[in-house]
């Protein structure tokens, strides 16, 4: 029947489907489909930069406007994958401005970006919009110079958490004049900003709804900015100090009163330096805030984060640093009663215990916030009947983390490994899509997740499992998993060579100091021309004697349409 | 399969006693040794508090982002540091050297340190009385231009430091040393910090 409506007709219905993967699951229905998706599709998203090549992406979508490239592998994020690993965006970039691409927006994730990337990128799109950059690395604040120079209809530039080397350029100045068109501006995690070209480009930007400071951003900066900008939705705040030479209680007064005026403010963070004492001006914005993020806010202790929290009623997100204790998650209980997404990061990496939360925050935490959904929990020790409780007070967990910091830890009530608990979680939350792991856990967890989590797409195992039994029962069990991370784990080549079809199922597979083989891998990657199975060899060369029979440090295979890549350094083998 | 160093000791945390004396490598073959002796027993209580400090420093543990673990410890907790070698010369040296600039505290910390490196008096003289002593401490910067060691504050300095040269007074005469208290780099009230 759809074959009678003119192309237009089924493009206009295809505008209403936007997720990625019902437009995938389109574009499959059949020849037709296929190619009026394939024409109007503005979004891509690509999980892997290396399952595709850039010419392949615009041969297939030449209408394509808003991009999203991810590139190394998640545990890259802790210091596993060695620096020139990969994940370069140059090609795409350069591919994407030599074809007639109007490309709009671009969001990059933990890749390699250069001056010249963004150079180029500036110069080549004349509607370029939108610029993400999520734990990247490789550029200068000359390459932001250029973005702000060339983009005439920049609406958002937002830098999270890059390594970003900064000159003494004033990249911020560069902005011209004619710029008004920015609604959205993230800068945090610079170290410098040029102040005054900062107070000029807000005052000439009266749409910008999210903007983010920096450390050099003092109070009273912010106070000015926020006099020109009382529509701002989303405030990261720089740092909120007052200099001990300055008017204090005039400054504070007007900061006050400055802030009481921006009623739309919905989302807060920031706070990378901050004296308590100057917190309660922002007290009466937290009646209305719905995500609060002092995880960056080492200067605020315990009493002071309770104080601010009791007036965040409508909270749904809420991120902060374990020194708020298992108290202050009781006070976040008794007030946040919508809260959906909590997320507890460790003040005190090696867990010197005082500024730390246990399983009973936690327990409090689903006892009084029903909805939530999402968590991310480093804790300095769990117990099953916590979990368990856990289980049983929310039932609608999408994505669980529980990180407890002594790896394979366990229950330290009843000494037990902790697979009872997170057997409940995955069986009471039937939606779960993300799970990662911790503490002393046996193959038996493995066999709960593989039986329960039917939703299941990312896993990450840390120090856990017996045998290689554990490792089977999740790729048996989770028809939906796309990316498995092990670390630290007995599972080895029989686990892994038992169905080597999965793995095109799947984006990705990252196995480290576990129990695979040099052969084992050459195996899979024998039987799978279609994968990309990747060594990271940083031994001596010579060393690494290419026997078969011995294991490898650190693996990385994913599903790929274009073969091995060629900008792999030595120390990245790729089997074949 | 023996598992040798994998070099790996750039990214590896380190405990670092207050004081910023050298820090404790903890072994990696050692780590996995200790670990593998404990899982396959679950009866055993992880009690041993050297244990544990030891199975926390596994590399990428807790899994923390590096940009978060730079950011959000609490400052007198916050272990590790990013290591900053810049190379050190000293004129009739015949070798040069290489100093962690984030392993000191300050000037006088630094100069105690090349001291001791070059087996020679007189650097932290020269820091407190620059136009009299024998040697003379310079530094380039992030823009190439050769400064003065001391003008700036320590943490402006170890920022902008890229490598450092022990001068002889005689060769200092000409060298092209960017005059203490100007800012060639045109930067004034508009930089913040």
Not at chain 1, 368 to 388: D, E, V
């Amino acid at each position: 029947m759809m074959n009678y409506f003119p192309d237009e007709v089924l493009e206009h219905v295809f505008d209403f489907v936007t997720s990625h993967r019902d437009r995938n699951a389109v574009s499959l229905v059949c020849k037709l489909w296929y190619r009026v998706e394939r024409f109007s599709r503005q979004r891509v998203f690509i999980g892997n930069c290396y399952a595709i090549s850039p010419e392949r992406l615009i041969a297939r979508f030449p209408g394509v406007k808003a991009l999203t490239l991810k590139g190394k592998p998640h545990f890259a994020d802790f210091n596993l994958v060695p620096q020139d690993w990969g994940g370069y965006v140059q090609p795409w970039i350069e591919a994407l401005a030599r074809s007639r691409i109007g490309l709009e927006e671009l969001r990059l994730k933990r890749m390699v970006v250069s001056d010249e990337s963004l150079d180029v990128l500036s110069r080549s799109f004349t509607n370029f919009k939108s610029l993400v950059l999520v734990s990247c690395e490789g550029f200068t604040t000359d390459g932001l110079a250029a973005i702000a120079a060339n983009c005439r209809f920049l609406r958002e530039l937002d830098l999270q958490e890059n390594e970003i080397e900064e000159k003494k350029n004033h990249w911020l100045g560069c902005f011209p004049d004619s710029c008004t068109s920015l609604v959205s501006l993230n800068f945090a995690c610079l170290k410098e900003i040029n102040l005054a070209a900062l107070e000029r480009l807000v005052a000439r930007n009266p749409n910008l709804k999210s903007l983010k400071l920096n450390r050099a951003v003092p109070i009273e900066a912010l106070q000015r900015i926020l006099m020109r900008a009382p529509q701002l939705v989303d405030l990261g705040t720089g740092s909120f100090v007052l200099d001990r030479d300055s008017d204090d209680s005039e400054t504070y007064r007007k900061l006050k009163a400055t802030i009481q005026k921006c009623r739309s403010i919905r989302n807060l963070s920031g706070f990378l330096e901050v004296a308590p004492r100057c917190l309660p001006a922002v007290y009466p914005i937290c009646l209305n805030l719905t995500y609060l993020n002092l995880s960056y806010a080492a200067g605020i202790h315990g009493s002071e984060l309770i104080k601010l929290i009791r007036f965040c009623g409508k909270l749904q997100r809420l991120w902060i640093l374990d020194c708020i204790g298992d108290k202050g998650l009781e006070v976040v209980a008794s007030t946040c009663k919508d809260l959906q997404e909590l997320r507890v990061f460790p003040s005190d990496p090696f867990g010197a215990g005082h500024a730390a939360v246990t399983e009973t925050g936690l327990v409090a935490i689903s006892s009084g916030c029903p909805k939530l959904n999402s968590l991310l929990y480093f804790c300095q020790q769990m117990t099953n009947a916590a979990l368990i409780a856990v289980a049983k007070n929310c039932t609608n967990f999408i994505r669980f983390r529980l990180c407890i910091l002594d790896p394979a830890k366990p229950d330290p009530v009843t000494m037990q490994p902790l697979d009872e608990g997170f057997g409940a979680i995955v069986q009471s939350s039937k939606r779960i899509r993300r799970l990662s792991l911790s503490g002393l856990l046996t193959d038996r967890v493995f066999l709960y997740i593989g039986m329960y989590a039917e939703q299941l797409e990312m896993l990450s195992i840390a120090f856990a499992g017996d045998s290689d039994k554990g490792m089977l029962y999740v790729l048996n069990g989770c028809k939906k998993l796309r990316k498995l991370e092990i670390r630290d784990s007995p599972f080895g080549d029989m686990a892994l060579l038992r169905d080597v079809g999965k793995y095109e199922t799947m984006r990705s597979l990252w196995m480290s100091s576990c129990d695979v083989t040099l052969g084992g891998c050459k195996t899979l990657a024998k039987k799978m021309p279609r994968l990309n199975v990747e060594i990271i060899n940083e031994n001596d060369q010579m060393e690494f004697a290419h026997e078969d029979s011995q294991k490898v440090e650190k693996m990385y295979l994913y599903r790929t349409l274009v073969g091995p890549r060629k900008d792999a350094p030595e120390f990245v083998w790729t089997l074949v | 399969m023996e598992k040798e160093g994998l070099g790996l000791e750039i990214t590896e945390l380190r405990l670092g006693l207050p004081g910023g004396s050298a820090p404790i490598l903890v072994d990696k073959n050692e780590k996995k040794r200790v670990f593998s002796d404990i899982s396959g027993d679950h009866d055993n209580s992880s009690t041993d508090w050297k244990l544990t400090q030891t199975k926390n420093q596994a590399v990428g543990w807790p899994p923390v982002c590096s940009y978060r673990r730079k950011n959000s410890f609490h400052e007198k907790d916050h272990l590790e540091t990013s290591k900053m070698y810049v190379k050190v010369s000293m004129d009739g040296a015949p070798f040069l050297r290489k100093v962690d600039l984030s392993m000191h505290k300050g000037y006088s910390d630094l100069a105690l340190a090349l001291e001791k490196l070059f087996d020679c008096f007189g650097i932290g003289e020269s820091l407190k009385d620059a136009e009299n002593s024998e040697q003379v401490p310079i530094y380039e910067d992030k823009d190439g231009d050769w400064m003065l060691v001391g003008d700036v504050p320590w943490e402006m300095f170890i920022e902008s430091c890229k490598r450092l040269r022990i001068m002889k007074r005689s060769e200092a005469k000409g060298f092209g040393l960017q005059p203490k208290g100007s800012d060639h780099r045109g930067n004034s009230k508009d930089v913040a910090k």
